[in-house]
């Protein structure tokens, strides 16, 4: 669907990112159409520099040229900015939203931190420490899921809304990981509801169509995982000195 309205909608970022996914899911889901622009994380362009003064992060929403930095914000913003299109992500009682709300700031701070260090911790106590605190998270989690979906398919319900976006973030690399490092995110051990409501979401067309290719994001988790082992080999070897 066209953004109609005259609107110009660019999206900075980065094709394996968790958070640029995000907002890409955001704007599948309300069907906008949108121009994305590969950032080099190692050179950053002026164009990001000058949207995102502070983080220097991507994803940025350009949208009529303003900028909207922060994946979650960006995600919040297109709900407000464009109401008619697609359904609403954001619930629309005000306490589904705050509880919504609650959780989304839970697997930002909580939730992604653990998980990436988890894999791509410095030492091994660290990873060991990370994996500990996703498992809590995770567990967590697994609760908000039984709460926000009341029993249906979506932590939205019958739709994908904001949690699902939100955590969504997070499937292109759980899937690559059942392969880089032979385990899975979500289990049907220790979290039956999550690797349930993964399978249907990334079996959505709005989800498979932005989702990057599962063969690429292995090849690039190799050398991400090869970058960490030598800055990790770095770090044991200045410590012993
Ligand atoms: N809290 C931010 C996190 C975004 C983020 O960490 N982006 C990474 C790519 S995955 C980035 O741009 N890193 C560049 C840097 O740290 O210099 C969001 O939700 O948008």
Request: glycine share 8%; with cysteine; net charge negative.
């Amino acid at each position: 669907m066209a953004t109609g309205g005259g609107d110009e909608l660019k999206l900075l970022g980065l094709w394996a990112s968790p958070y640029v996914l995000r907002a890409k899911f955001a704007l599948s889901f309300k069907g906008l159409s949108y121009e994305t622009i590969e950032e080099d994380l190692t050179n950053k362009s002026e164009l990001l520099l000058r949207s995102n003064p502070v983080h220097k992060k991507v994803p940025v929403l350009i949208h009529n040229g303003k900028p909207i930095c922060e994946s979650q914000i960006i995600v919040e913003y297109l709900d407000e900015a464009f109401p008619g299109a697609g359904a609403s992500l954001l619930p629309s009682d005000p306490y589904d939203r705050a509880v919504a709300r609650f959780w989304a700031a839970y697997i930002n701070d909580k939730f992604m931190p653990a998980w990436q260090k988890a894999s791509l911790g410095l030492t091994e106590e660290e990873k060991a420490e990370a994996m500990k605190q996703m498992l809590v998270a995770i567990e967590n989690l697994e609760t908000a899921f039984k709460e926000c979906s009341k029993g249906k398919p979506f932590f939205g319900g019958d739709t994908a809304g904001y949690l699902d976006v939100t955590l969504g973030a997070v499937v292109g690399w759980a899937r690559a990981g059942e392969v880089l490092f032979g385990r899975k995110l979500f289990d049907a051990t220790t979290s039956p509801l999550l690797e349930a409501w993964m399978e249907r979401f990334v079996a959505l067309d709005a989800v498979k169509a932005v989702l990057p290719d599962n063969g690429e994001l292995i090849e690039y988790g190799k050398m991400r995982i090869a970058h960490y082992e030598r800055l990790a080999a770095a770090l044991a070897a200045a410590n012993k000195k």
